[in-house]
């Protein structure tokens, strides 16, 4: 019987990568400098960090001469905004495969300060974007714009289920038109 139980969990947890049918990676191209400037959070999953944001969360991307990106998050909770700046820094060589840390940079010879952040659907023209990881516990929409349309919402809600995410569980942030 144990032997069993094992087996059955096992497979739980194989199910949602298993139903994927869009590969879970990055975008093989992304412009930095396009992406850079102001994003909205459409929606996202939960997440310990982003616990106390109601709404109004946006990240600002400002290019640093080194490489990295300068990450500039602010939300709205129950006492105000607040916000955290970390940076960015490409992995691997692959332009959609980020890293960012929030942490003091005198920790950031710690491998467990920085987390990935993969660009796994991006606009032509950068008005939109989805963000995920590669265990696919997190995942965000955004949007340039501080509401999204609601068809468009849902395709790409849709592109994120087809790529294993638990989209039953976005938080939307911001108003559907």
């Known amino acids: ?7 059955l969990a096992s497979l739980a947890f194989a199910a949602p990568a298993a139903a994927a049918t869009l590969p879970n990676e990055p975008v093989r191209s992304l412009d930095l400098d396009h992406y850079a400037g102001q994003w909205h959070e459409i929606a996202r999953l939960p997440m310990y960090f982003e616990r106390k944001c109601l709404d109004g969360v946006t990240a600002r991307y400002t290019p640093n001469a080194d490489g990295t990106v300068r990450v500039d998050n602010s939300c709205r909770t129950r006492k105000g905004r607040m916000s955290v700046t970390g940076v960015a820094r490409i992995k691997d060589g692959q ?10 940079g005198w920790l950031s010879w710690l491998p467990v300060t920085w987390a990935d952040y993969w660009v796994i659907e ?3 023209d950068y008005r939109w974007a989805v963000i995920g990881s590669p265990g696919r516990k997190h995942l965000w929409i955004l949007a340039r714009k501080a509401s999204m349309d609601h068809a468009l919402f849902r395709t790409l809600k849709e592109h994120s289920r087809q790529r294993g995410y638990d989209v039953d569980q976005l938080m939307i942030t911001a108003p559907l038109e």
């Open 95 to 104: 332009p959609g495969a980020l890293e960012v840390r929030f942490a003091p």
């Open 122 to 124: 991006v606009d032509p």
């Open 1 to 7: 019987m144990p032997l069993l139980l094992l087996l």
